[in-house]
């Protein structure tokens, strides 16, 4: 490549500083001339407007990092398009040039997938922010990627649909698609894989497709590959997301929040199985451990038992919901669960479920001055028993602060890891700690990402879990619609020897 | 390639003679060495075993034809393997001679999907047939491709779960997932696209790759490009499926079934949107026009009002089935529905949907003699009266048979063209109209396909649907996968000008 740094691209736990990799950038690169670089920038220029080529260091900064712990990898350049045509034309300038493209959307992200590792041009698509054809009737809506999901939900409110997918942050909808997002109301409504009906995608060489053809919505098709669920999750490393199609939901009757106690980790989980089996359609279904409850008691005031806790949550119309209600907590009851609390009215089911809302605070208020890595393994339901008190063990043992919050209706768990950014031993603990509790999960028929993607911490995890001829697959894809390793280069997949 | 036909590959509806193309053999091809054809044929031999090896007239006949009116294209040779070790061993001898693989499962495809049209190797994948780990727990089992949907369910009885994506056909259920399959249940279920976990893949070149990796099956998952929803739908043309890890779900406490007249299509389809958006959690929603509800009465004496005609089924608790059918019964009423008939236990309910369930025979019926040809578009909900209304006027106009049964839930409908074979010019006019019943659909937002596949027929729509250069990606999918084409050529992508 005429323009590559070499970059480690070794996780913050090896190599948290805080520094940034801005002084090696573009400007300064020695392989790309003045020359070229003047030209590169008039064309940006010419495309997207003088104010939409950003080489300001702050802004820069900005955008070469994420919401993780991956130090941050500025960008030598930051874009602002305002439209699918200007995305396409800047593209083809980078393709010409062989720089690397990385798309930005809110910077929500967990794994460090919006760091310039190999320097290069980021595309940040917040002034691109229409809703557009909204299909109340078929339930549908077609965004841009400054849409995030609060800001689809206040544009729905009057009409009676939602968006349900919450992965907590207000990420920008087409990030969340790019990164198969989903969070704590997956286990009724699906991840972002399953709500995504259409996609527009910039290629890396400036091509446009839709990945349904265009301005299709049909709630289902077999019409050829699917290229939709490709791009979902490939995390910028297949191309651009400039606008996706949304499957929306009529907004419930009315919805019932619960909390309820249990005095093991088995019987939450067998809880929750007992749920599911029976049918009770459950919205949310959240789990905290007693170190999380203790941390929410201190942060928030309250008062809950300090033992495994479900947060629940019900949707749907006021007689349904009653039942509901009714045979989880039977079942809760029959599993030694105790003080099920039930709310219905928004400010009281808010109430309730403050605990779980404010779990990331919660956990990083028990070491002032520290940062928080979230963990996100996932496996099969039946084997979250296990896995949590072995992970707990370890934590113990090895003297770290992890609290485990859970969306257990998918067999999904965060351990919050507090850690101490100036202490290189602590953070080498929590290095192979992490190792090991996606290695447990491994072995447990799971997965070492349930939603936040790969990004660049998770990219030998990923060789072990796919096995070897499966990434030679995702590899081949990579080449195929990214022949030269423009997009987002060094996510997901990792650099081949050279 | 060593080894190529060039069979015209056009459609029944220009090509229908009833004659295959079975004596062009690779027994008899110009091409193929008869000392490489018996070094082939004594690897396959060696793999598999004598008896495993079919070269038989009928057994190839009986492989080169599914349940459309696709011509029969008999392969060459037919195998019968019995393990994934088999399957891979095999795949590398045709690799290594550049012959064509076809999979096969219960040949009840509907786009003729397992003609050899190039000629080649049938893989019969009915000797294995184990159900391999069912996790009750988990919701989750694994079947072999000679696994059917009912076996399946025979196999779960006395587990309380069920796997409900139902085609109609008792299908494998690994050919489920290479045609992305769904059915009347898809409305609350989803289709193969969400309920296929893992897949086991031979690539052509004999590789074995497991999707998601081996032996995992976690709920959800963000780890690297999703190969899963990448090969269901693939139709054989990327691999061959020789295990599926499927989810499954508990089976509902009670079922209600349910009938209502209407005055017109948009009074079905405004009830079937305003059930969908109450939030009733329905089943099935089936649709059938006048002139269907007509054939079905005469079939089975019925004396259903021949007008359009919503069939439903209601899954859940005794109570939420008596919330969920009376809000039904409310919206069908306030949209003039009529007749509302309901019924809970399973024999009434069977006697309920019986003119569903015989919809293709009592069409057949219509015309004796004639064979049938079912169309397959799938459009937003809120097109749907106008699609049909136009439809039906089409079908009038041109003299032509095609009663309508619909899963109007997910917009998708079906006409159930009979024709004559022996007619030329009627069959012309079929394949006029379902080209112009596609390119409405299209022009309604919808596709050509919503679960039959593109298999033959439906390449050149494809094209139409999805853009020339989404077809250049999908084509650079196949390439980076199959690189000489051999898996299942010919199928959903045209063969490329040489």
């Not at 573009?26 to 940006?44: R, Y």
């Not at 802004?59 to 874009?79: A, F, M, N, T, Y």
């Not at 053809?213 to 669920?229: C, D, E, F, Q, V």
Request: proline content about 5%; some cysteine.
């Amino acid at each position: 490549m005429l323009y590559q740094k070499k970059n480690q691209l070794t996780s913050w736990l090896y190599d948290y500083s805080g520094s940034s990799c801005l002084p090696d950038s573009l400007l300064m690169s020695h392989s790309f001339s003045l020359a070229a670089l003047d030209s590169v920038l008039s064309a940006f220029r010419s495309i997207c407007g003088e104010d939409s080529v950003s080489l300001g260091e702050a802004v820069r900064e900005q955008h070469g990092k994420d919401e993780s712990v991956h130090r941050c990898c500025p960008p030598d350049v930051v874009l602002f398009p305002h439209c699918v045509e200007e995305v396409s034309a800047l593209a083809k300038v980078c393709h010409n040039h062989r720089l690397p493209i990385i798309p930005f959307g809110t910077g929500t992200g967990l794994e460090g997938g919006v760091g310039a590792v190999e320097g290069g041009v980021c595309f940040s698509l917040r002034n691109m922010d229409q809703v557009l054809d909204l299909h109340q009737e078929d339930f549908d809506v077609t965004v841009e990627p400054g849409v995030t999901r609060k800001a689809l939900n206040a544009y729905l409110r009057d009409t009676g649909l939602w968006f349900p997918v919450d992965p907590g942050a207000d990420a920008s909808l087409c990030g969340m698609a790019a990164t198969s997002a989903s969070g704590t109301n997956a286990v009724r409504y699906g991840t972002m894989r399953e709500n995504v009906l259409n996609l527009e995608v910039v290629l890396a060489d400036g091509t446009i497709i839709h990945t349904a053809g265009k301005g299709r919505r049909p709630r289902k098709t077999s019409a050829g590959y699917n290229l939709t669920n490709l791009i979902v999750g490939s995390e910028g490393t297949l191309g651009i997301i400039t606008k996706t199609t949304l499957r929306l939901y009529g907004i419930p009757e009315a919805m019932v929040s619960a909390v309820c106690s249990f005095p093991s980790v088995q019987a939450a989980v067998d809880s929750t199985v007992q749920i599911l089996q029976a049918g009770v359609p459950i919205a949310r279904i959240e789990f905290l451990d007693d170190v999380m409850i203790d941390a929410c008691n201190r942060f928030s005031s309250l008062s809950y038992p300090v033992t495994p806790t479900l947060f629940l949550e019900f949707h749907g119309s006021e007689r349904s919901l009653e039942e509901q209600v009714n045979t989880t907590e039977d079942i809760t009851q029959s599993n030694g669960g105790s003080d099920f609390q039930w709310a219905r009215d928004t400010e009281t089911r808010n109430r309730l479920w403050k605990a779980r809302h404010d779990a990331w605070y919660a956990a990083l208020a028990l070491r002032p001055g520290c940062k928080a890595y979230a963990t996100d393994v996932c496996v099969p339901l039946s084997r979250l028993p296990q896995i949590i008190v072995e992970t707990k063990e370890d934590l113990i043992e090895n003297r770290l602060t992890g609290p485990i919050a859970g969306h257990v209706g998918d067999g999904n768990f965060h351990c919050l890891m507090v850690v101490d950014p100036s202490d290189p031993e602590e953070q080498h603990r929590v290095h192979l700690f992490t190792e090991r509790l996606a290695r447990r999960a491994l072995a447990m028929d799971g997965t070492c990402t349930g939603e936040h993607g790969v990004g660049l911490g998770k990219r030998a995890l990923l060789r072990e879990e796919m096995g070897h001829m499966a990434i030679q697959v995702m590899q081949s894809l990579k080449d195929a619609l990214d022949p030269k390793n423009l997009m987002n280069p060094g996510k997901i997949l990792q650099p081949r020897e050279l």
